[in-house]
């Protein structure tokens, strides 16, 4: 059993930049894959970007690539987002997840393969 907390969302303005944070509990999380996905109203949850276990593969969606870095902290169970050049098309509800894996580089892409969710936080950017 994995939960997990998000924080560090909020207002920012267009061009700025927030850091996501998602903390996990549970002995295991180094050998989860961490996603980050967001759902904007009346709009599908989206991937926004994933890493592996080990940490070493990741993955981000066209609309975020070069903007958004996914990284984790193993020792601290906590997965974080850095998001820079932040435009109101990023406002949405951001939501962090785990993926039980079997391989140390696997990435996982798809929401529906990942077993849990932590509750959300609001990122809201003003134009």
């Known amino acids: 059993q994995v939960q997990l907390v998000e924080s560090g969302g909020g207002l920012v303005q267009a061009g700025g930049s927030l850091r996501l944070s998602c903390a996990a509990s549970?002995?295991?999380?180094?050998?989860?894959?961490m996603g980050w996905f967001r759902q904007a109203p009346g709009k599908e949850r989206d991937v926004v970007a994933v890493?592996?276990?080990?940490?070493?593969?990741?993955y981000y969606p066209d609309s975020v690539k070069g903007r958004f870095t996914i990284s984790r902290d193993n020792a601290k169970n906590t997965v974080y987002l850095q998001m820079n050049s932040l435009k109101p098309d990023d406002t949405a509800v951001y939501y962090c997840?785990?993926?039980?894996?079997?391989?140390?580089?696997?990435?996982?892409?798809?929401?529906?393969?990942?077993?849990?969710w932590g509750q959300g936080t609001q990122v809201t950017v003003s134009s």
């Open positions: 890493i592996s276990w080990s940490g070493r593969n990741t």
């Open positions: 549970g002995r295991t999380f180094s050998t989860y894959a």
């Open positions: 997840a785990a993926a039980a894996v079997t391989f140390r580089f696997q990435v996982i892409t798809t929401s529906d393969d990942y077993d849990y």
